[in-house]
């Protein structure tokens, strides 16, 4: 689909509007010469009326504190934490109303059938009225949690090597290539279901550091290691060529230092040991700075108390 970035009703024209001109309006001083009645309505008109997050268990954040259960979904459903990012957002800047239809397992898919009986295909939480929508998808087409066991197994007979490398081979940058057209039809149809919406495409935060790792705690082989955070590197940019191409801000969530092996306090991902969030997904602390990312993308800052 081409860019079409002269287009004034491009996604990314909207949301450079909704940044821009209130800071442009803020250096020029116009805001000192404004009524305050008119201040009041332009900041009544910048709030975002419904969100809605769409994505797999990096977003809806499965054993981060409480979960929101579904009922009469099989082992938990969704196990859609009520300290995810979406929730976590949508309280900081105001959000009128939260549709969060993210669900722990979803492929892209689910954004269009049902995952499981009690719940409905992602997209259908799209509304022609919502103006603000998060996405973060692509990571269990890809196979990452079945990629990250089978590098586990490999590793305890050669934890110095590279094992699951030599297994793999170039599979991994077929399948993440491989993976374009289904994210990019994804983009489409969000835009075309949600035209006047802010689209944000978030990206994984980092899983594994760019060498040595720390088995056998998280137990992937010393070679493999850069070979596994190549890959998520790879996924992260492609998710965002393919985002962007159809009009969403890329938001990049990658920061370096955060890893699985970095201790508590510090590591936004949980290793194989939880404390807490399930194993190699985001904890509290990943979610509160996703929700940082996000914040600081959409350019909303949160209400003054």
């Keep these: 689909m081409p860019r079409n970035d002269a287009n004034p009703a491009n996604p990314r024209h909207r949301w450079l509007r909704r940044v821009l001109v209130p800071a442009a309006a803020a250096v020029l001083g116009l805001s000192l010469v404004s009524p305050p009645s008119a201040a009041a309505e332009e900041a009544e008109a910048a709030a975002f009326q ?3 997050a769409l994505g797999d268990s990096f977003v809806a954040g499965p054993l981060v504190r409480q979960q929101q259960a579904q009922a009469r979904v099989p082992l938990l459903g969704c196990m859609q934490s009520n300290h995810n990012y979406p929730k976590m957002l949508a309280e900081r800047i105001g959000v009128a109303e939260l549709t969060d239809a993210s669900c722990s397992g979803a492929r892209m898919e689910h954004f269009y059938e049902n995952q499981f009986t009690d719940t409905l295909p992602q997209l259908d939480a799209l509304r022609p009225e919502t103006d603000l929508v998060t996405v973060g998808i692509a990571g269990n087409d890809f196979g990452f949690s079945d990629v990250f066991v089978e590098c586990a197994k490999r590793s305890l007979g050669n934890p110095l090597g590279s094992p699951c490398a030599n297994y793999y081979g170039d599979e991994l940058d077929v399948r993440i290539e491989g993976l374009r057209g289904e994210i990019s039809q994804v983009y489409a149809d969000i ?53 962007e191409a159809n009009g969403a801000v890329f938001v990049d969530v990658l920061e370096r230092g955060r890893d699985v092996c970095k201790p508590s306090g510090t590591r936004w991902v949980e290793g194989l040991i939880p404390e807490n969030g399930a194993p190699v997904h985001p904890n509290r602390l990943g979610m509160e700075a996703t929700a940082d990312f996000v914040q600081a993308a959409v350019g909303v800052p949160s209400p003054a108390l």
């Excluded at 035209?195 to 010393?222: F, I, K, M, N």
């Design 50 to 52: 419904h969100y809605v």
């Design 191 to 243: 835009a075309e279901r949600s035209p006047d919406a802010t689209v944000l495409s978030v990206g994984y935060l980092q899983l594994l550091p760019e060498s040595g790792g720390c088995w056998p705690s998280t137990p992937v082989a010393r070679g493999d290691v850069p070979f596994l955070d190549a890959a998520q590197t790879s996924l992260n940019a492609v998710i965002k060529e393919e985002s």
